[in-house]
């Protein structure tokens, strides 16, 4: 039986403006992957709990506030120094392409910028955990 | 460390013991998904069970149960007990997703290494929901949490089943929240061990309170074995001290008489009975390919075009095929 | 008369015209709003058959002020252009207005940072990355007094875009006016304040709702008695529409809202003409051109009729609502950013024929980033277009009598009587906040929008059409906000607080608590403690510890 992909759908930093990690979380539900949502104005430390308690594929972060550079980096950095360096880190927001360039570099993955369809980012998301997970030779 | 994927059973045991939240995480997925590892794991830790204590904690929708686990779970951290909980959410009929949000209604313990918190969904699991349940708790007991909390909305059997299956059964109600008829119907009122009357500052908490007294005086239960009936404000934090101290007490009195033992015992024993009705499902359905066999009796059945199957009489066909093979394999 | 058969008289009936539609062929697209309300082809007289011309649509400046508040309307005073900016230093900021007073804006609107919104200093850890990236960071009255450096504020009025915090921030602002020789009678401005619809849809809030509503009603209090010309609240529905509501929801949470807040302020013992008279409004105007106005006409009507029926208000200045409107930010695309020009051009129209009293055009470039000098002259450039080559502010509300948009604005208001009755059934707006009601029917509609635009029933040019997929599609100069704010940011903030008096700030700071306890109007405590130089952040931690904090409910 094929395995639901479980997701971390949540919003660091101080802006509230939900209504991207909402339908995206709404959409990967519907998709059939179990969201856990993990709210708003969350802080890099906490995201990183949540995500390591819950040993999601992926962790979607929704930036709008222009603190992308503060907040994927810090993300990425707990998440491997609490041994989950195997979580597919991605989101989106307002980003512009450059930084998108230096946050690929240091490991975050694919970030989804205005105008993007929901179709686009669920399927990034099945095909990108399901090469992870064969990679890592689980089902 | 070892890549969480190419960790052998016994390791991941070791770093679980150890604290570890990354390999705990894991080996619940691993409870979550069925994966034989669990099995294997589970051999080699199961004499180191038992030391937490288990709370099952359900009731209807919109009871405020989230908030008072969090609650509970704050003052355990007080008491410096360590804690588990398992929050369990519906899976949608229609998709196969879920959307878990228990989290954030707990936010206040999120970054209490004290506590650590697992979200679930009901379905996606393999072999029920109980059985899962059953096996993170026990990732969570072996992880070294002191109090190990599984709270499951109170809507349907398997819900319930999973609150039961615990030390302890906290039924959580709310006034305004539809007649205790629901509650009695969704079949809450028999596994409570005790009942918490939350959002107790709204009015009809008197009447709540009094139609469960009815209830339980309709069941004649003796006085002395009758579920506590508690109140609280979980928002407010009113009320939680003494809910604390009547679990504490319960736990207490019911390890002195036996009773907890018992309930292990009578828990223990409906688990493996429910591991081997997974299995022997499995096996009929999956190992056994009888699946397609199910997909040729009725083939044509949903474009209309087939011919009319009894379903008894495939049903036994099909058994028989399991039973032949079966016979055939133990031959063999 | 039908050129086809040159026979006059059968063809004019309608049952002809309808025959002669259904048999023309009609393009392969769904004919509804951008709120999924359909449209007819046609709409007649027959369709506003129950309309009154005098009591349901009357004249300007008369009840129910469907056409308009003011008798004169733009041929006395164009709306006011007021074009929302902030960013990096009070310095930065403090310079982009006096660009933009320069270049014929006539009111000031001030955006302020993410920490500033949430009630933290810059230096406070939450704060770090955030600092001068969304809007201007205000720490302290020092903040305030270089933001407003050179800007006589006696003379201009000013917009804040401020909920959580406003009460501190406001006072911020009065003493800055104090200190440059103002009195407070003379002062005119809105503060936003409107913190209902934070918990609705922004969600920037700090403290529980009822503590929330008791510092706003403080506000009106204070602002009724000493701030006479002040709008102290604005109440909003542009981010709820942001948010991805409909135009129905935007516009009767947005009322519902509104009710609330007078209902609260009657609880105080308020009376209603002493305060509604500075209530104002702030709505989106979005893509649809006429659904719109619509909206724009039917919030008018509604208001009238529920603040003079519900609520007894007897001065016409407390049944005319006014409203400020700002362009759909969620209307522009990153893609083929230019014609994000063309967008915000007719939305600005359809504000300007919905009768705005304020508006603020969005720049361009503000899907990939805060807009650039150049973009946000162009969208006041837009503005200025509108009021002196178009024509249109010549005359007053010239689409009133139109068929199809007096049918809509009745539509409109029978929509927004049924969501009211949605909401007293949730036992009011906190209550159906605290269940979630409104963010769970917002994100319905969100998602609602988002699926049906991936399937092609909703177009957005650049995006689902008429796609260009080069690199150079999104190309265009942005504006980029350093870590240098930040830095100096910070550095300021550390002097300040290094040259003020301690213990006259620790005093303030007890005031504050005292007076919270008490209950007594929190106004002057914040104007004390501001004078001292104590900061936001300081002020609300100790609002944070007496009022408590909240969290919002998941809801989907």
């Known amino acids: 039986m094929e395995q639901p992909i479980r997701v971390l759908i949540a919003k660091p930093g101080l802006d509230g403006h939900d209504r991207g990690a909402k339908v995206v979380a709404a959409a990967m539900r519907d998709a059939g992957m179990e969201v856990i949502y993990g709210g708003l104005h969350q802080t890099p430390e906490i995201i990183a709990e949540m995500a390591v308690q819950e040993d999601v594929d992926a962790v979607g972060l929704s930036i709008l506030s222009g603190a992308h550079m503060t907040l994927f980096p810090e993300v990425k950095k707990l998440l491997d120094a609490a041994g989950a360096d195997h979580v597919l880190l991605t989101g989106g927001g307002i980003i512009p392409p450059d930084d998108i360039d230096a946050l690929q570099a240091k490991g975050v993955g694919r970030l989804f910028g205005p105008g993007s369809t929901l179709v686009e980012l669920v399927e990034y998301v099945q095909a990108e955990v399901g090469r992870r997970r064969a990679a890592a030779g689980s089902a | 460390m070892t890549a969480l994927d190419k960790t052998k059973e016994a390791e991941l045991v070791a770093r679980v013991k150890a604290g570890e939240e990354v390999a705990c995480a894991r080996m619940m997925t691993w409870a979550e998904r069925g994966d034989p590892r669990f099995a294997v794991a589970y051999d080699a830790f199961h004499a180191d069970l038992g030391r937490a204590r288990r709370l099952g904690i359900t009731g209807p929708p919109g009871a405020g149960k989230s908030t008072l686990v969090e609650r509970l779970a704050l003052h355990w951290r007080g008491l410096d007990r360590t804690v588990g909980i398992v929050a369990v959410d519906p899976t949608s009929p229609f998709t196969g997703g879920a959307l878990l949000g228990d989290r954030v209604r707990m936010g206040e313990l999120s970054l209490d290494k004290g506590v650590f918190i697992r979200s679930m969904a009901t379905r996606g699991v393999f072999g029920g929901l109980a059985r899962a349940t059953d096996d993170i708790a026990d990732v969570l007991d072996l992880n070294g949490r002191d109090m190990v909390v599984v709270e499951t909305v109170g809507v349907g059997q398997s819900e319930v089943d999973v609150a039961k299956s615990s030390d302890l059964t906290l039924v959580v109600l709310h006034p305004g929240g539809g007649d205790t008829i629901q509650a009695m119907k969704a079949g809450l009122m028999e596994v409570a061990d005790i009942y918490v009357v939350n959002k107790a500052d709204r009015p009809g908490v008197d009447r709540l309170v009094q139609q469960l007294t009815d209830i339980l005086d309709v069941r004649d239960i003796p006085l002395q074995d009758r579920p506590p009936i508690l109140t609280t404000v979980a928002t407010e934090g009113t009320g939680i001290v003494e809910l604390a101290g009547q679990i504490d007490a319960s736990l207490a009195e019911r390890e002195a008489d036996g009773r907890l033992a018992g309930r292990r015992g009578e828990n223990l024993r409906r688990r493996i009975r429910r591991i081997v009705d997974g299995r022997l499902r499995q096996d009929v359905w999956e190992l056994a390919g009888l699946s397609e066999r199910l997909d040729q009796g009725t083939a044509g059945l949903e474009s209309g075009t087939g011919a009319s199957v009894s379903a008894y009489g495939l049903a036994e066909e099909i058994l028989s095929d399991y039973r032949e093979r079966r016979h055939g394999e133990t031959q063999a | ?556």
Not at chain 3, 286 to 293: N, R, Y
């Open chain 3, 1 to 556: 008369m039908s050129i086809m058969d040159g026979t006059a008289t059968e063809n004019s009936s309608f049952e002809s015209w309808k025959k002669a539609y259904d048999s023309a062929a009609q393009r392969d697209v769904s004919f509804e709003t951008v709120s999924s309300e359909p449209v007819e082809a046609l709409r007649t007289a027959d369709d506003i058959e129950g309309t009154d011309p005098d009591a349901d649509i009357g004249l300007p400046g008369q009840f129910p002020y469907t056409r308009g508040p003011y008798a004169s309307m733009y041929r006395t005073r164009l709306w006011t252009m007021r074009q929302f900016a902030g960013f990096g230093t009070a310095e930065d900021t403090n310079q982009r207005y006096k660009y933009l007073l320069e270049h014929g804006q006539t009111g000031l609107s001030v955006a302020f940072d993410l920490p500033t919104l949430m009630g933290y200093d810059c230096d406070h850890p939450r704060a770090l990355g955030e600092v001068g990236k969304c809007g201007v960071a205000i720490s302290s009255l020092a903040d305030m007094e270089t933001l407003f450096d050179g800007i006589p504020l006696k003379d201009v009025t000013t917009s804040m875009t401020i909920n959580s915090p406003a009460a501190i921030i406001w006072a911020m602002y009065l003493v800055t006016a104090k200190k440059q020789g103002a009195r407070l009678d003379e002062l005119g401005g809105t503060t936003q304040n409107d913190i209902l619809k934070e918990y609705i849809a922004q969600k920037e809030f700090i403290f529980p709702p009822a503590p929330s509503m008791k510092l706003v009603v403080d506000t009106i209090e204070f602002a009724s008695k000493e701030v006479p010309k002040w709008h102290p609240v604005s109440f909003s529905g542009y981010h709820i529409r942001e948010a991805g509501s409909t135009a129905a929801q935007e516009l009767a949470f947005t009322l519902a809202d509104a009710f609330a807040y007078t209902e609260a302020c009657i609880e105080r013992g308020l009376d209603v003409d002493t305060f509604a008279k500075r209530h104002s409004f702030f709505f989106n105007s979005h893509v649809d051109f006429f659904e719109e106005i619509a909206k724009f006409r039917a919030a008018r009507r509604i208001y009238a009729r529920r603040m003079r029926d519900k609520y007894g208000a007897k001065n016409p200045r407390s049944l005319m609502l006014r409203f400020h409107t700002q362009t759909a930010g969620c209307s522009l695309t990153a893609q083929q950013p230019l014609n994000n020009i063309v967008r915000t051009a007719w939305q600005a129209l359809a504000g300007v024929l919905g009768g705005t009293q304020s508006l603020h055009t969005n720049s361009m470039d503000e899907t990939l980033s805060l807009p650039t000098e150049n973009a946000a002259k162009v969208a006041l450039r837009t503005q200025q277009l509108i009021a002196h080559e178009s024509g249109v502010a010549n005359t007053i509300d010239p689409l009133a009598g139109s068929y199809f948009v007096e049918d809509l604005t009745n539509r409109m208001e029978t929509a927004a009587n049924e969501i009211f009755d949605q909401i007293d059934e949730l036992g009011g707006v906190v209550e159906a906040i605290e269940k979630g009601w409104f963010q769970r029917e917002i994100g319905k509609a969100a998602y609602h929008f988002q699926r049906e635009l991936e399937a092609g029933r909703q177009t957005i040019v650049g995006v689902n059409k008429y796609v260009e997929n080069s690199e150079d599609d999104t190309k265009i100069e942005t504006l980029y906000i350093g870590p240098e704010a930040e830095r100096q940011a910070l550095a300021r903030h550390k002097a300040v607080k290094a040259a003020r008096d301690e213990s006259a700030v620790a005093a303030a700071l007890k005031r504050i608590r005292d007076d919270s306890r008490s209950g007594v109007n929190m106004m002057p405590a914040f104007m004390h403690a501001s004078e001292t130089y104590a900061t936001l952040g300081e002020m609300v931690d100790v609002l944070r510890e007496e009022l408590g904090t909240y969290r919002e409910p998941p809801s989907f």
